[in-house]
């Protein structure tokens, strides 16, 4: 143990996901939003740091920070222009200020699994899309997939018109927004870290989002219950800043990369997994979720896909059909 990191522990500045550094050891700094294990991204997260750190001993260190407790999604790209923190993986709904390629992923029911999400996100037009922000100094490593999202509200929602009049909580994406109001329902845009806090005093209705994020979240416990609509895929852009990854020294930047590249595929192939896991833990735990039955589900999609049209434009029509032809 360093003596810096002594210091920084007893004064607790440091936390259970931070890993020892040592004198000349370059620090990797992974900032992130969701729970620290049990979570798609956090276990991406603590994995990556495992390999790093095994791997590229007395080279790099890296420390994981989940929870919020560095950065909110808005604040860590920021950061990492400044070079305060290396890498971060914000969901894909988060980069609107940066391209409006990435509204692709938002579009609702456009990946029928999360098998289809790997096929288009390793095909050249996924690929390519990793670059599309260079221009503004990041570069995407990879997508890591969160799962499919499901409606959760203070009252029941079985088809689209229950959503009349109610307040949702959104990602900061205008697609998001366009597929609230095209169920009659009103939008608010709020950081993560905010979510329980609006459900449980009645600032929102309710809200959208992953297994493992209701469940580690604990949004069942203050909502009526949760329908499964697997709408709209979550995922992240596992991102850095150009400049610093430019900055590397060549073997050291192959290294990472190779293990960035390789945690990437483990991670997105334990996704259904560590979802499945976590959608039994909100019924242990005694929260209700709503299946759909056909007619139902064609409801919300008959509902909801018209939103498409509006995205077209910022999107590319060329990548739109190349995300639906993953599905097959
Ligand atoms: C959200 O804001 O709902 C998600 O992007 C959080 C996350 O990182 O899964």
């Not at 920084?8 to 990797?28: H, K, P, R, S, T």
């Not at 670059?131 to 409606?151: A, N, P, R």
């Not at 009659?184 to 806090?197: C, D």
């Not at 259904?272 to 709503?290: F, S």
Request: aromatic share 10%.
């Amino acid at each position: 143990l360093g003596t810096l990191s002594a210091v920084a522990l007893a004064f607790g500045v440091g936390n259970a996901f931070a890993n020892d550094c040592d004198d000349g050891e370059m620090v990797i700094k992974f900032s992130h939003v969701v729970a620290g294990k049990g979570h798609p991204k956090g276990d991406a997260a603590n994995l990556l740091a495992e390999r790093v750190n095994k791997e590229m001993n007395g080279v790099a260190c890296m420390e994981v920070y989940p929870n919020s407790t560095l950065y909110d999604d808005d604040k860590v790209l920021e950061a990492l222009l400044l070079g305060d923190v290396q890498l971060a993986a914000p969901s894909l709904s988060k980069f609107e200020a940066y391209t409006l390629k990435y509204r692709l992923f938002d579009l609702p029911f456009l990946f029928k699994d999360l098998d289809a999400v790997e096929r288009f996100t390793t095909s050249d037009a996924g690929k390519g899309m990793l670059k599309v922000m260079e221009d503004k100094g990041y570069t995407g490593l990879g997508y890591w997939s969160s799962g499919l999202k499901q409606f959760s509200a203070n009252k029941p929602l079985l088809v689209p018109s229950d959503a009349d009049g109610l307040k949702f909580r959104i990602q900061t994406s205008d697609v998001a927004q366009a597929m609230i109001e095209a169920m009659g329902g009103s939008a608010q845009k709020l950081a993560f870290k905010e979510v329980y806090g609006a459900l449980q005093t009645g600032v929102v209705d309710g809200q959208e989002n992953t297994w493992s994020n209701i469940y580690t979240q604990k949004f069942f416990e203050v909502q009526d219950g949760i329908t499964e609509t697997n709408h709209q895929l979550l995922a992240y852009l596992f991102v850095t800043s150009t400049e610093w990854l430019n900055g590397l020294d060549p073997a050291v930047r192959d290294q990472f990369l190779k293990i960035a590249e390789d945690v990437t595929h483990e991670a997105n192939a334990s996704v259904a997994a560590t979802e499945a896991k976590n959608r039994q833990n909100i019924l242990d735990a005694g929260g209700k979720i709503r299946e759909l039955t056909p007619e139902q589900r064609g409801a919300w999609i008959d509902t909801m896909k018209p939103v498409w049209s509006q995205f077209e434009g910022d999107i590319g029509a060329d990548l739109i059909q190349a995300a639906v032809a993953a599905n097959d």
